[in-house]
């Protein structure tokens, strides 16, 4: 072997060392894109579950408010300005509270006009509206549910005469 051989040699050996070294980088880069991208998807998924908690938080705090079906008709007429001191209801449900407004709380018209009547947010003829619950706690991920709320006035429930009784008709046989 000759002098000039070896250095021949020796380029060839460095060629192939970088190659394997710049494969080796690219698949540690790879690797790395994927497991920020999976931490990434996993914060997204849990923040979108606290976005869904959130907006039925919301819900549920308002059910009260809004179970005067006689406040539905302001709520749902499209005139601000005679809407109650309360709505739109929001509440804060961190803790402690940090004073920042986490869900916000609407009623909705349920359009349950029948025609020649167009839909008229001033006539509910069903006694039935939506509360739509939106989270902004999670700007990345929000959330809105929607739940109908349906007045009924008080009275007796006559299950059992039905045949639904379920065991509680007071028959032992």
């Given at each position: 072997?000759?002098?000039?051989?070896?250095?021949?040699?020796?380029?060839?050996?460095?060629?192939?060392?970088?190659?394997?070294?710049?494969?080796?980088?690219?698949?540690?880069?790879?690797?790395?894109?994927?497991?920020?991208?999976?931490?990434?998807?996993?914060?997204?998924?849990?923040?979108?579950?606290?976005?869904?908690?959130?907006?039925?938080?919301?819900?549920?705090?308002?059910?009260?408010?809004?179970?005067?079906?006689?406040?539905?008709?302001?709520?749902?007429?499209?005139?601000?300005?005679?809407?109650?001191?309360?709505?739109?209801?929001?509440?804060?449900?961190?803790?402690?509270?940090?004073?920042?407004?986490d869900y916000v709380v609407t009623v909705i018209?349920?359009?349950?006009?029948?025609?020649?009547?167009?839909?008229?947010?001033?006539?509910?003829?069903?006694?039935?509206?939506?509360?739509?619950?939106?989270?902004?706690?999670?700007?990345?991920?929000?959330?809105?549910?929607?739940?109908?709320?349906?007045?009924?006035?008080?009275?007796?429930?006559?299950?059992?005469?039905?045949?639904?009784?379920?065991?509680?008709?007071?028959?032992?046989?």
């Open positions: 072997m000759t002098h000039r051989d070896a250095q021949r040699q020796r380029g060839t050996i460095m060629v192939l060392v970088i190659t394997i070294l710049a494969a080796l980088l690219a698949g540690g880069a790879a690797a790395l894109y994927l497991q920020v991208s999976s931490t990434r998807a996993v914060g997204l998924v849990a923040s979108s579950r606290g976005a869904l908690y959130c907006a039925e938080a919301g819900l549920a705090a308002s059910r009260q408010l809004v179970n005067d079906q006689a406040v539905w008709a302001a709520l749902i007429d499209g005139n601000p300005a005679n809407d109650p001191p309360w709505y739109p209801i929001s509440g804060d449900i961190d803790e402690p509270p940090d004073g920042v407004t018209d349920n359009d349950d006009e029948q025609p020649p009547l167009a839909n008229d947010p001033t006539v509910d003829t069903d006694l039935s509206v939506f509360l739509r619950s939106t989270c902004t706690k999670y700007p990345n991920t929000p959330s809105t549910v929607l739940e109908m709320v349906s007045y009924s006035a008080a009275g007796s429930v006559y299950r059992n005469q039905a045949g639904q009784g379920s065991g509680s008709t007071g028959n032992t046989n």
